[in-house]
């Protein structure tokens, strides 16, 4: 395999005027029509600044989903929006973090689980190919995975459908796969699955509390989301991603920690996956010496470069950094990205799009640099 050097995580900034038309559609001030040529053209936007950093594999930047995961609900069945959600950990404050105690996140209250689901339409099928007809490049499509879709479960509003969480995340599992093997028909060639879950075993023991309460212990979590991520990223003819990604809500995180906690339980087993994007921009990821556990053949992308931070990284720093990566994962396996999205959610990260433009064009420089 010639690995893709150049990444994008997925998400870009929403551009202040996509943000303000969507209110105004919101409100009734905007016709569904004229929405949507204005985010056709964000997305044209995001796209070639992408091609000009050059990005190997392009996304449309997700500029038409609210978030990295609760826009696509509109596509399956079981699905109401709800006062609150309970226990669900993604509304629960004391699960995340933010390195800025003067910074008050927006208030948000995700909808919930209250049937049992099923796929009623395609969740990403019109972006793949309106941006497919847009460039030259490789499309990838980034979803969710099973497990990290359990944030929409909550005791409150959940229980008379999904008694036991794991058969909603196998319901998921299902979903995706259907999914997954419809975007394969159209041409799609790269996926990756977000699996944020998957770090909290990184960090403190109350980062994993919301899937302890569902019955998990740290065991029966990890062989479960080894189980269904392998099962899911199964469809021919696809090469497949996954993101351990930290956290990414305005700039708030809930994990800190090495992956040597997970390491040797986790990268060998996820035997389905070609490349593994990995947080590395600061002190909370660790060292590299986890990667010594990931299979040589697996390429392992180097998220070095923060979306949460807008100053520019040093491109001498970064290739100092690979270096000392290739330590412990064969340099030829090695590629670069940002850490995370720049908007996980509708917000984003208060970074700035000229910051999100420079980083990009950095993940393309030093790409060049380190491997020609």
Known sequence: MNPIRAHVVGSMLRPPELLDAREQLRGGGLSAHDFRSLEDRAVDRAIETQEAAGIEVITDGELRRVDFMESLLGAVSGVEEVVSVG???????????????????????????????????????????????????????????????????????????????????????????????????????????????????????QGFGPFAAAGFTR????????????????????????????????????????????????????????????EFDGERSGGFEPLADVPDDKVVVLGLISTKRTEVEKPEALLRRIDEAARFHPREHLTISTQCGFASILFGNPVGEQAERQKLELVGRVAREAWG
Not at 89 to 109: I, L, N, T
Not at 116 to 134: D, V, W
């Open 87 to 205: 226990a669900a950990p993604v509304a629960d404050d004391s699960f995340w973090h933010r390195d800025d105690p003067d910074y008050q996140p927006k208030a948000w209250v995700p909808p919930a689980i209250t049937d049992k689901i099923a796929r009623t339409s395609s969740l990403a099928g019109e972006e793949y190919s309106y941006a497919r007809a847009k460039t030259t490049r490789p499309v990838k499509v980034t979803l969710p995975s099973p497990v990290c879709m359990l944030s929409f479960w909550s005791p409150e509003h959940s229980i008379s459908a999904y008694p036991n969480p794991l058969d909603l995340a196998q319901d998921f599992a299902v979903v995706l796969r259907e999914e997954i093997s419809h975007l394969a028909a159209l041409g799609c060639q790269h996926i990756q699955l977000d699996a944020p879950e998957l770090t909290v075993l990184v960090g403190d023991a």
């Open 219 to 278: 065991e029966s979590f990890l062989d479960t989301e080894i189980n269904i991520l392998n099962g899911v990223a199964s469809v021919p003819d696809v090469t497949f991603s996954v993101h351990l990604c930290r956290g990414n809500k305005e700039n708030e995180w809930h994990s800190a920690g090495g992956y040597e906690a997970i390491s040797r339980e986790l990268f060998p087993r996820l035997d389905t996956f070609d490349y593994f994007l990995l």
